[in-house]
């Protein structure tokens, strides 16, 4: 069984911007709302993780996604970052829905809109007898293509325009030996950031742990299932790495006439 789980967080309040401004921060508050899972194992037994994401739609409207494996208890969130006043039994302050129904449902065709916040990233080496080291895509042209690269083996396949929709001949042009697919395909790559936060739990430990660094973006599009069982294990267990610092949680929505990028 999986849950989609949706919490407005309270910017006003003190501990909402302590939590906004720590992703590591956020992932403990996370996971502190399952009582059966440990911190220190985050993974089900069934390979199932909790993923969740913040969007930033306004300065004073943002939103905590969640998909987990059990139902969560966010009382300690409602308590720190929400409006525990107007709480009340019938409304705790979160919406919580089982989310394997709409799982089951997905089919092979079927055409939705999706948002993802991911951290793409690939590995280089400056000499043959380098170690290869982990690197974060900064350009557009390289984040949307770290994305194409992996929608086959996550059961979809991104829209293309339509021919009166693109402003270039194909969709297409070239950077060098590097083709730029930014007018060819129903997709937009925004909200670049670039995060560096302590992993250390113990904040008086002799020994601090190196910072963890992360380049975080935004994806807005459109995409067709091609595979629905990959599709909703990618839906349930992400796509990407830094999974426990908000990346990697696609959540689609009905198709709207016009496409609606995020700004």
Not at 51 to 72: C, F, G, N, Q
Not at 101 to 123: I, Q, S, Y
Not at 194 to 218: C, E, G, H, I
Request: charged fraction near 20%.
């Amino acid at each position: 069984m999986s849950f989609l789980t949706r919490f407005r967080i309270n910017t006003a309040r003190t501990g909402a911007r302590r939590l906004l401004s720590s992703p590591q921060a956020m992932h403990a508050a996370v996971l502190a709302a399952f009582p059966d899972l440990m911190p220190t194992d985050p993974n089900t037994p069934q390979g199932q993780r909790v993923l969740w994401r913040l969007d930033h739609r306004a300065r004073a409207e943002v939103m905590l996604y969640m998909v987990s494996p059990t139902r969560p208890d966010l009382t300690h969130l409602v308590e720190q970052t929400g409006w525990p006043a107007a709480a009340t039994p019938d409304n705790p302050g979160w919406q919580t829905r089982p989310y394997s129904p709409f799982l089951d449902r997905l089919t092979t065709g079927d055409r939705w809109a999706f948002k993802l916040t991911a951290n793409p990233v690939h590995t280089i080496r400056r000499t043959p007898d380098e170690p290869r080291k982990l690197t974060a895509h900064l350009t557009a042209v390289h984040q949307t293509r770290w994305l194409l690269d992996r929608q086959d083996t996550h059961g979809f396949r991104i829209l293309e325009k339509t021919d009166n929709q693109r402003l270039l001949p194909g969709g297409t042009t070239h950077h060098g030996k590097h083709e730029h697919h930014g007018d060819r395909y129903e997709l937009s790559v925004s909200n670049q950031r670039s995060l560096s936060f302590d992993k250390t739990r113990n904040a008086t430990a002799s020994r601090r742990a190196k910072p963890v660094t992360l380049v975080t973006v935004t994806y807005d599009g459109r995409l067709e299932i091609t595979d629905p069982t990959l599709l909703q294990r990618t839906l349930t267990q992400g796509l990407g790495r830094a999974k426990a610092y908000g990346c990697g949680l696609i959540t689609l929505a009905p198709l709207t006439t016009t496409p609606q990028p995020t700004a």
